[in-house]
C-alpha cells in the first residue's frame, strides 16, 4: 500500500504516525527497504576505508543506523533540514549520513580489537611459540597502556574538580593540540603569562593526583 | 641547631606548669618533651602527668576523633604544594598553616605517648577508658595508612621537617612520618612542573624518586583528546565554531586514527553520491528515488575541507597522504611520534627531488605542475629513524 508513494511522503507519514502515537513500522519499513541497497554501498566503501569489515558487520551496521534513525534522526533531520538546507536534502541523505556515521564509529570502536590477535585457542596454537609470546606481550602492554589512560582520566577528572581554571588551560593546551600559549590566552581570555601559570600548576597537581591514584589502585602497596 | 623549634619547645614547658592547662594540652606537650628528649630534656613532665587524674583522662579520651585529622592534612598538603607554586608573598603563609597541619597531627603522637608515661605512673586505663585509647591509637593507624603514600605532597617544606625531624628521639623518627617521609627529596619539586630532564645525583639514587617520575610520565606526554563520535558528526554536519575546526585540523595533522575517521567520513560522502547516481541511473527509477535524490546544487556538503586524501603508505613513524584539492595535488610525508623525517619526491631518474614545504602537517611536495604537464607517477624515498621507504606511486 505504500509503494506509490514517494520518499519525501512515506517519511511525513512516519514521522506524523510517531507524533500522534500511532504505529508507524510500515511505511518506516517501506522506507528503509527502499534505502537497502544504497547503505549497503556506502557501508561496504567505509569497510574499504578501514580495510576490514563482512558481510554480517553490513546486516548488524545497517539495523543500528535505522535504529538511530529511528531515536535521534527523525528529529535531528527536521533541524538540520530547516536550519541547513544544504546538508542533507532528502531524508534518504540523511539516512545514508547516519550510516556513515554508524560504520564509522564501529570501525573505529573495533580497530583495536580487530588488530589484536586471535581468541580461538586452536587458532592460537598453529601460532609458532615465539608469535604466541609475542601476541600475549602486546596483549599485557595494551591492557597496561589502557590502565594507565584510564588513571591520568582519573586524575584529569579531579583536577577539574579542585582546580577548575588549570584544568581548562591544560585541556586546551594538551588534550586539545593547541600548544601554543598565546592562543590558549586569547580562548581563555586570559593573559599569557596566566596560560604559562596555570598550564604549569596543572602539570604539577596532575602529577600528583595521579601518583595518588597509582598507590591507591588495586595491587599497589600502600 | 635549630634553636628556634627548641625555643618552641621550651616555651610550651610553661604550659606543664601553668596549672590553667587542659588535659589534652598536658598530655601533647608532656608526649613532645618525651618524644624530643635528648634534645629540650623532660624536666616537669614526670610531675604534670602525677597531677593529671584519671577521670579527666578518661574524659579526654572519649572526645577524640582521629579522623578528624584527615582534612587538615590533606588540606596541609596542598598548601604544601602552593608553597612553590605560588612562589609569591604568599608561598610563606601557606608554608605555616601547612606546617601547622602537620604539627597537629604530630601532637596527636605526642599525647599517646604521654598516655603510656601516664599509665606507667597511675595504672593502665581500664574499661571504656581502655577500648577509647585502643580505638585512638587505631585511628592514627589508619590515617597514617591512608596519607603515608601522599608524603611527597610535603616535600616543599623538606627544610622545616628536617628540623622538626632531627629534634625527635631517634626511635620516634619514622614513626613521624609526616617531618620524615621523603624529607631529603627535594629535588622531586622540579619534576613537577618541568619534567623528568633535571636529573640529579639524589634522584638518581633515590628509588621513590625514581618510581614517581617513571609513574608520572603519562603527564609529561599527555594523551590527546580524540575526536568522539558527536564530534565528528558536527564536523560533517558543519555545525562546529572556527575554534573547533582548528582544534580538528591540530588534532587530526598529528593522530592517525582520528584523521583516518576525517578520511572516511569524505569517502562516506563520495559513496552516498555514487550510490544516489547509481539509483538514479537505473532503468526502473521508482518514484521514491526519485524524489529523494536531491538536486546537485543542494547535495550535502562536509564541513571538511574541499579535498581528497588518500592514505599512500602508514609506518609507525610517518604517514604518506596524497591530498587532492579542486586544482591542486599535492603529497604529505608526515612524521609520527615525534620523529624527524626527510623525505624526497623524484619525476624521473636523474633529476633532482621537488623541493618541499614544512607545515604544521609535515613535509609537503606540490605536484600541480608536474600534474599539469602530464607527469601522472613519481618515484618517493622517505627517511626516519632506522626506517626507509622507497615506492613509486601515481598521482
Known amino acids: 500500500m505504500y509503494e506509490q508513494l514517494s520518499d519525501d511522503e512515506l517519511f511525513a507519514e512516519v514521522v ?9 513500522g510500515g511505511p518506516l519499513g517501506t522506507l528503509v527497504q527502499r534505502w537497502n541497497r544504497p547503505a549497503r554501498y556506502v557501508i561496504s566503501k567505509i569497510q574499504a576505508s578501514y580495510g576490514r569489515g563482512s558481510p554480517a558487520d553490513a546486516d548488524e551496521l545497517f539495523q543500528d543506523a535505522v535504529g538511530k534513525f529511528l531515536d535521534r534522526g527523525l528529529d535531528q533531520f ?9 546538508r542533507s536534502a532528502s531524508p534518504k541523505t540523511f539516512f545514508l549520513r547516519i550510516v556513515k556515521h554508524v560504520a564509522i564509529d564501529f570501525y573505529r570502536r573495533h580497530r583495536e580489537e580487530l588488530a589484536a590477535p586471535p581468541s580461538d585457542p586452536d587458532d592460537a596454537m598453529e601460532e609458532p611459540p615465539s608469535e604466541t609470546a609475542r601476541a600475549v606481550e602486546l596483549g599485557r602492554r595494551r591492557e597496561e597502556r589502557a590502565e594507565a589512560q584510564e588513571l591520568y582520566w582519573a586524575a584529569f577528572a579531579r583536577l577539574q574538580q579542585e582546580h577548575p581554571k588549570e584544568a581548562s588551560a591544560w585541556e586546551l593546551y594538551h588534550h586539545e593540540d593547541v600548544e601554543d600559549h598565546e592562543e590558549c590566552a586569547r580562548r581563555l581570555n586570559i593573559s599569557v603569562v596566566n596560560s604559562y601559570k596555570r598550564v604549569s ?22 | 641547631m635549630n634553636t628556634a623549634a627548641m625555643s618552641r619547645y621550651t616555651a610550651r614547658r610553661q604550659q606543664l606548669t601553668a596549672g590553667s592547662s587542659s588535659p589534652g594540652v598536658v598530655l601533647e606537650v608532656a608526649g613532645d618533651l618525651l618524644r624530643r628528649s635528648r634534645q629540650v630534656g623532660t624536666e616537669g613532665v614526670e610531675d604534670a602527668l602525677r597531677g593529671l587524674g584519671r577521670r579527666e583522662v578518661e574524659t579526654w579520651l572519649q ?20 608553597v612553590v607554586l605560588d612562589g609569591g608573598e604568599e608561598a610563606e603563609m601557606w608554608r605555616l598553616s601547612a606546617m601547622e597541619g602537620l604539627a597537629a597531627r604530630d601532637r596527636a603522637a605526642s599525647a599517646v605517648v604521654a598516655l603510656v ?22 585511628g592514627l593507624g589508619k590515617l597514617d595508612s591512608a596519607l603515608r603514600p601522599r608524603a611527597r605532597w610535603f616535600i616543599p ?25 621523603r624529607a631529603g627529596c627535594d629535588d622531586l619539586v622540579a619534576t613537577w612542573t618541568g619534567g623528568a630532564q633535571s636529573s640529579t645525583p639524589h634522584l638518581q639514587g633515590c628509588a621513590d624518586c625514581r618510581a614517581d617520575i617513571a609513574d608520572a610520565a603519562p603527564v609529561d606526554s599527555p594523551p590527546r583528546r580524540h575526536l568522539t563520535e558527536d564530534d565528528l558528526w558536527r564536523f560533517d554536519m558543519g555545525l562546529m565554531s572556527e575554534d573547533e575546526r582548528s582544534r580538528v585540523d591540530a588534532h587530526t595533522a598529528r593522530c592517525g586514527e582520528c584523521a583516518q575517521a576525517v578520511l572516511a567520513l569524505g569517502e562516506g560522502d563520495d559513496a552516498i553520491e555514487d550510490a544516489l547516481e547509481m539509483e538514479e ?19 550535502p556538503l562536509a564541513a571538511r575541507h574541499p579535498e581528497h586524501r588518500e592514505v599512500l603508505e602508514e609506518r609507525r613513524e610517518f604517514r604518506v597522504v596524497l591530498v587532492r584539492e579542486r586544482q591542486r595535488v599535492r603529497l604529505l610525508v608526515q612524521p609520527l611520534a615525534g620523529r624527524t623525517v626527510t623525505a624526497a619526491v623524484f619525476l624521473s631518474p636523474g633529476r633532482p627531488s621537488l623541493k618541499p614545504s614544512n607545515g604544521p602537517e609535515g613535509l609537503s611536495f606540490d605536484l600541480t605542475t608536474a600534474s599539469s604537464t602530464g607527469a601522472r607517477s613519481a618515484h618517493l624515498s622517505v627517511q626516519a629513524g632506522n626506517e626507509t621507504m622507497e615506492k613509486d606511486f601515481a598521482f
Open chain 1, 201 to 222: 600548576r596543572a602539570q604539577a597537581y596532575l602529577k600528583l593526583y595521579l601518583l595518588d591514584l597509582q598507590r591507591e589502585s588495586p595491587g599497589e602497596e600502600a
Open chain 2, 63 to 82: 572526645a577524640q576523633k582521629p579522623q578528624a585529622l584527615q582534612p587538615v592534612l590533606l588540606r596541609a598538603a596542598e598548601e604544601a604544594v602552593e
Open chain 2, 157 to 181: 617544606l623538606n627544610p622545616q621537617r628536617r628540623q622538626e625531624r632531627d629534634l625527635l628521639e631517634p626511635a620516634e623518627q619514622d614513626k613521624a612520618w609526616w617531618f620524615s617521609a
Open chain 2, 117 to 138: 608515661a601516664w599509665e606507667a605512673l597511675h595504672g593502665p586505663l581500664d574499661g571504656e577508658a581502655a577500648r577509647n585509647l585502643e580505638r585512638f591509637v587505631e
Open chain 2, 281 to 299: 541511473g537505473d532503468a526502473g527509477l521508482s518514484p521514491a528515488a526519485r524524489t529523494s535524490r536531491a538536486p546537485v546544487s543542494q547535495r
Open chain 1, 78 to 86: 527536521r533541524g538540520v533540514s530547516q536550519q541547513m538546507p544544504g
Open chain 1, 16 to 24: 506524523r504516525r510517531r507524533a500522534t502515537d500511532e504505529p508507524f
